[in-house]
């Protein structure tokens, strides 16, 4: 039809910058593609970057499914200092000193972290207890009974270990708090911790090195972007056929 507004519809993969929240980034393309059916598979923190998978038109429908699949992280734990939101973002409640521990000894606690287990949400996420998201009764000083999660840690590599901070790669199930994990390191090496940075590189099969940066993307002339957009039965086969 004559005039008829072009519809969008794929998969686009953006490496998010650092102090945005995932909802900015939608905010972005929504207005970059003139179109309010705009959302993502996985949220970020807004101090963490990288994939961040975007559902555009149609593709919004396999959001379950997208968000499901395993993510792989890496990032820097620092040592001797534990924080309210336990990353980099809180204020600092506690400052242990930082034993001279050998690379072995590091390894050794993130070796035993991996398997099946129960994680306790932190009380700075957005997970919503009686309609109110947690990081608001954080705030006010609350401290919610939560209910502990179901996660896996599949892998969990030292990459670098210079004190106090440690570098990290860690392969996890959905709903995993990675910044959770940092402060259990912490605990675990009786000297508190905190998640210093993140960066999400891979989702399920898509990995970061095919994403470009928001900025990039946004001032790419629509058909440009239209061809980054990956096809729906590509990303998710078994659900689009």
Avoid at 61 to 87: H, R, W
Avoid at 120 to 139: E, N, T
Avoid at 173 to 192: F, M, N, P
């Amino acid at each position: 039809m004559l005039g008829a507004k072009k519809e969008f519809e794929g998969v686009l993969l953006v490496d998010k910058p650092i102090d945005h929240t995932s909802h900015d980034v939608v905010a972005r393309l929504r207005g970059k593609f003139k179109t309010k059916r705009i959302g993502h598979a996985g949220t970020l923190d807004p101090a963490a970057t990288g994939l961040l998978v975007m559902l555009v038109g149609k593709a919004t429908k396999i959001s379950q499914y997208l968000m499901s699949v395993e993510k792989e992280y890496t990032g820097t734990v620092k040592l001797g200092e534990v924080t309210n939101t336990q990353d980099a973002e809180g204020e600092v409640m506690e400052t242990r000193p930082v034993p001279a521990f050998t690379e072995a000894q590091i390894k050794a606690v993130l070796d035993g972290m991996k398997g099946d287990q129960y994680q306790m949400p932190p009380m700075f996420s957005a997970i919503k207890i009686d309609g109110v998201p947690l990081y608001k009764r954080a705030r006010a000083g609350e401290d919610i009974e939560r209910e502990p999660r179901f996660i896996r840690i599949m892998d969990f590599d030292l990459l670098r270990w210079e004190s106090p901070e440690l570098d990290f790669r860690v392969k996890c199930s959905k709903g995993t708090y990675v910044r959770t994990i940092a402060h259990d390191i912490g605990q675990k090496l009786e000297c508190g911790g905190h998640l210093k940075t993140l960066r999400r590189t891979i989702s399920g099969e898509l990995h970061v090195d095919q994403a470009l940066p928001l900025e990039t993307l946004l001032t790419m002339p629509l058909p440009e972007l239209e061809a980054r957009l990956l096809p729906i039965h590509a990303v998710a086969p078994r659900i689009a056929r």
